[in-house]
Antibody, heavy 125, light 110 residues
Framework: QVTLRESGPALVKPTQTLTLTCAVS??????????VSWFRQPPGKALEWLAR???????YYNKSLETRLTISKDTSKNQVVLRMTNMDPVDTATYYC?????????????????WGQGTLVTVSS | QSVLTQPPSASGTPGQRVTISCSGG????????VYWYQQLPGMAPKLLIY???QRPSGVPDRFSGSKSGTAASLAISGLRSEDEAEYYC???????????FGGGTKLTVL
């Protein structure tokens, strides 16, 4: 049974770079077909997909945020890391990671389960 | 503005059947599957329905999903107070090359 847990700073200043960690347990991030995505949800608003990384290190990004995002894996710690540059107050949100099920083929056939509990990041000076 | 369109709210009384709609386009729902997630207050999203109408183990059969063309719906029968949550539809979008979500529907059990 895979579980995911997000961690990172609760508060960042505008223009700073945010680094979030998704600790995975119950499976290796390098195991075939193990894929992880990041999402965010501003307070009272909808979910937004941010990025995805696959077991073979293939990476995919939300095109509207692509220039600010970097997703990577730390296989020694079995973690997935998301970096977002040039943070702004509008980036205030709860950030979630989730495993992608049925990953590695047609993206339309895959879904997100399970999810981590989320971590709230506030951007303020 | 979300790519998938959901009504912002829905409501029903205990025991009733309610449906939540999700409208998309030719590059998402018109091409591939819809997925539904339930988000209880203060909690992380949870998978409710996958591939239009499949229920993960543990999800009661009171929940059902369907899709026709570019429209999808989630039906909840025998409404219970614990069903009060936000419900999101999601799909892959070929044009955006990314996953897209609806704006969410807040279900209130009266």
């Amino acid at each position: 049974q895979v579980t995911l847990r997000e961690s990172g700073p609760a508060l960042v200043k505008p223009t700073q770079t945010l680094t979030l960690t998704c600790a995975v347990s119950g499976s290796s991030v390098s195991t075939a077909r193990m894929c992880v995505s990041w999402f965010r949800q501003p307070p009272g608003k909808a979910l937004e997909w941010l990025a995805r990384i696959d077991w073979d290190d293939d990476k995919y990004y939300n095109k509207s945020l692509e220039t600010r995002l970097t997703i990577s894996k730390d296989t020694s710690k079995n973690q997935v890391v998301l970096r977002m540059t040039n943070m702004d107050p509008v980036d205030t949100a709860t950030y979630y990671c989730a495993q992608i099920q049925s990953c590695g083929g047609d993206e339309g056939l895959s879904w997100f389960d399970p999810w981590g509990q989320g971590t709230l990041v506030t951007v303020s000076s | 503005q979300s790519v998938l369109t959901q009504p912002p709210s829905a409501s029903g009384t205990p025991g009733q059947r309610v449906t939540i709609s999700c409208s998309g386009g030719s590059t998402n729902l018109g091409t591939t599957y819809v997925y539904w997630y339930q988000q209880l207050p203060g909690m992380a999203p949870k998978l409710l329905i996958y591939r239009n109408s499949q229920r993960p183990s543990g999800v009661p059969d009171r929940f059902s999903g369907s899709k026709s063309g570019t429209a999808a719906s989630l039906a909840i029968s025998g409404l219970r107070s614990e069903d009060e949550a936000e419900y999101y539809c999601a799909s892959w979008d070929d044009s955006l090359s990314g996953w897209v979500f609806g704006g969410g529907t807040k279900l209130t059990v009266l």
